[in-house]
């Protein structure tokens, strides 16, 4: 199963919200914190990431059969993010 491995950084004056879809869960990511994703799914799968101030949309593939890419999102203290 593919992986792919993201380190998500706020460079932001304040803050930026991070959305991860297709869960809807969103979480605050603080100026010059950052969060580390995991992503493993079925197949060819693509991971789309989109910026515009204030807000990252962090979208995991869905496979040829329907099923999800799996995620693990972690903050810098390791502790992990609800999807």
Known sequence: MPTTR???QCFEPEACE?????WGAVHTLLREDS?????SGPGDGLVEVGYSP???????W???DGSVAEV??????????RM
């Open 6 to 8: 993201l380190l998500i």
């Open 18 to 22: 991070v959305a991860f879809e297709p």
């Open 35 to 39: 969060f580390t994703v995991e992503i």
């Open 54 to 60: 204030g807000w990252i949309s962090v979208c995991a």
């Open 62 to 64: 869905i496979g040829d």
């Open 72 to 81: 693990t999102a972690r903050n810098e203290r390791g502790e992990s993010l």
